[in-house]
């Protein structure tokens, strides 16, 4: 368990890794996540084609998750830190898989695997 200051004074935020996360790689995290919140990817494709839907040519995951974040502030399951920013590249690659004419619509980087 580690303590983090937060900017905030007074405010500690504990970050604590159950035992059988210890060795569980981030793709392997996504996969649980996934599981536990599939409501997660259906929110995201929704907001992506409305968005785009507007006329938008590119679009970022980052602020897809922040509009997530926003309306379904408690809503996931199964991740201390509800809409986890390290699984952000696995649902844009899950979105692009599913709908292959947004491939263009969002900025791809190579995966992280720790």
Do not use: C
Request: net charge neutral; no cysteine; proline share 4%.
């Amino acid at each position: 368990m580690a303590a983090v200051q937060d900017e905030i004074p007074g405010l500690v935020i504990l970050t604590v890794r159950r035992p059988e996360e210890q060795a569980a790689t981030i793709q392997e995290r996504f996969e649980a996540f996934h599981r536990l919140n599939p409501w997660v990817l259906g929110a995201l494709e929704s907001l992506t084609s409305d968005y785009l839907g507007h006329g938008a040519k590119r679009v970022g995951i980052g602020m897809l998750f922040e509009v997530l974040r926003w309306r379904y502030v408690a809503a996931t399951a199964g991740d201390d830190f509800r809409l986890n920013n390290n699984f952000r590249s696995r649902y844009v690659r899950l979105l692009i898989e599913r709908h292959p004419q947004w491939a263009s619509a969002f900025e791809v980087r190579a995966l992280r695997t720790d």
